[in-house]
């Protein structure tokens, strides 16, 4: 259980992947061989497979990347890091992480509109209505306290539109788009469907919603129906909320298929070099 525990903690700083040459086989490898952080990467005398030249090369890109995490440089692993691989922040930038979802008017960005954007962190839900609190600023100033996003095929529909919309905003930061992380670990259908075989639950009025109920109850709250925009603010806020037990639960899955503890006991001797890409 404590190696367990540790790898969740410490996902990030047990990544190889991040290193020029260094892919999942090869990161897998150096696992296997006991080298399980970059601490014991860097204190290793000589790496099997791994040249002299390229170990002192590559004992300088994770001091680096050290002080960056030190720092608290989400962008910098972002940078370096494929966006398939983002999911690898959640646990050491999780306090910055923001959980979000929209709704529109149902037509494409360029003929149609946002109607509410949801935003959680940190316990906290915030609405922001198209007419009343959704504006540029607002969401400048959301996304400036953000180094991690998470959304249900964000990278998809919801970036790219709020992008298309708001043209100002900064969406260059890591995102942990959980529809992939989902794909990965072999579940199928959408949101819903996921929450439900992850037994996540939602209130029963917001249940049987979908995306074009809420284009529909959006146009019943412009012609007046106030219990409309109650309803679709709060299957919005279901949409959003659940984002973060789901990342929780998807995160532990990846670590356990893809880290360090997908391993098992290192081996006591080394027997097969790292490849090393050139």
């Excluded at 906290?124 to 540029?136: A, I, K, N, Y």
């Excluded at 095929?153 to 992008?163: A, K, V």
Aim: aromatic fraction near 10%.
């Amino acid at each position: 259980m404590k190696s367990r525990l540790q790898s969740l903690e410490h996902m990030l700083a047990s990544s190889f992947v991040l290193l020029k040459g260094i892919g999942q086989h090869s990161e897998r490898r150096l696992w296997q061989e006991g080298i399980l952080s970059w601490t014991s990467f860097i204190q290793s005398p000589t790496l099997p497979g791994i040249s002299s030249t390229k170990k002192e090369w590559y004992d300088h890109e994770l001091a680096t990347a050290q002080s960056r995490l030190d720092a608290g440089d989400a962008h910098f692993f972002g940078a370096c890091l494929k966006s398939r691989e983002h999911w690898r922040l959640f646990e050491t930038f999780r306090p910055r992480t923001l959980y979000l979802d929209i709704e529109t008017t149902g037509m494409s960005a360029r003929e149609g509109h946002v109607t509410v954007v949801g935003l959680y962190r940190n316990g906290h839900m915030t609405s922001l209505v198209r007419g009343e609190t959704l504006t540029e600023d607002r969401l400048h100033a959301e996304l400036e306290q953000t180094d991690l996003f998470i959304t249900f095929f964000g990278s998809g529909f919801d970036i790219p539109y709020l992008q298309a919309k708001f043209p100002r905003l900064n969406f260059k930061k890591p995102h942990f788009d959980l529809c992939f992380a989902a794909r990965r670990l072999g579940f199928q259908g959408g949101l819903k469907r996921i929450e439900q075989d992850m037994h996540i639950t939602r209130e029963t009025d917001v249940m049987g919603l979908d995306g074009w109920e809420a284009v529909r109850l959006w146009h019943q709250w412009c012609a007046g129906n106030e219990a409309a925009r109650d309803l679709l603010l709060r299957y919005n806020a279901a949409d959003t909320q659940n984002l973060e037990p789901l990342a929780m639960r998807l995160y532990d899955q990846m670590v356990a298929r893809f880290g360090p503890s997908s391993i098992g006991v290192p081996p006591t001797r080394r027997q097969q070099p790292i490849e090393v890409a050139p």
